[in-house]
């Protein structure tokens, strides 16, 4: 008896369709300070990415999820992990954050 054994593509199995959905976002607020200037940028409930705020030195992760910091602004050089539920780290000047 020969075995034939079908490949269906995960969109149809059942005839139900399943939409691809992004990575979920981190929840909770993460702030990120320059004390130079005194600005900050609040994400709040931020989706997985890359984000550019303006030159920042201190993180607070109010998140569920670490975070890291990069000196470059593409979330590439000088990474530092900031944990979840972390208060003010100072994490010298950085130009980029990635949530995962």
């Known amino acids: 008896m020969d075995k034939k054994i079908v490949v269906l593509p995960a ?52 998140t569920d999820r670490a975070v890291t910091v990069f000196a470059d602004e593409n979330c590439r050089l000088g990474a530092k992990t900031i944990q979840p539920g972390s208060d003010a780290v100072n994490v010298g000047d950085r130009l980029s954050i990635a949530i995962n």
């Open 11 to 62: 969109a149809v199995i059942g005839g139900t369709r399943f939409a691809v959905t992004p990575a979920h976002a981190a929840s909770g607020q993460l702030t990120v300070t320059n004390g130079v200037t005194g600005q900050s940028t609040t994400y709040r409930d931020p989706a997985p990415g890359c984000y550019r705020p303006r030159t920042f030195d201190t993180v607070i992760n109010r």
